[in-house]
């Protein structure tokens, strides 16, 4: 029913930029919010920043002055703009997005992930 597809992964050095997005495709009534988790390698899946469908936004802080998200809501696409990249940043990015496919029926989907790798 929904898809949320990301792209813009990849290898840099350490700090680099890269910009992922994520874009929801399918049977979409609403989008209450959109986010990014990462999964470092041998760690649990970990909150990176999340955004509202009035632009309220949430970061973890280890990410606080050096990524952005924003979001598209037309498109029903989410980007995350990651600056000053460091080694500890090198993960698996997974998009995430709370979405009714009919009116106030919520709940979460999640796209496939994209590997992030910053090198020193």
């Known amino acids: 029913q929904v898809q949320l597809v990301e792209s813009g992964g990849g290898s840099v050095q350490a700090g680099g930029s890269l910009r992922l997005s994520c874009t929801a495709s399918?049977?979409?009534?609403?989008?209450?919010?959109m986010g990014w988790y990462r999964q470092p390698p041998g760690k649990q899946r970990e909150l990176v920043a999340t955004?509202?469908?009035?632009?309220?936004?949430n970061y973890a802080d280890f990410v606080k002055g050096r990524f952005t998200i924003s979001r598209d809501n037309a498109a029903n696409t989410v980007y995350l703009q990651m600056n000053s990249l460091k080694p500890e940043d090198t993960a698996v990015y997974y998009c995430?997005?709370?979405?009714?496919?009919?009116?106030?029926?919520?709940?979460?989907?999640w796209g496939e992930g994209t590997l992030v790798t910053a090198s020193s």
């Open positions: 955004i509202t469908n009035d632009d309220s936004t």
């Open positions: 995430q997005a709370t979405i009714a496919t009919v009116l106030l029926n919520y709940r979460d989907y």
């Open positions: 399918g049977i979409i009534f609403s989008i209450k919010s």
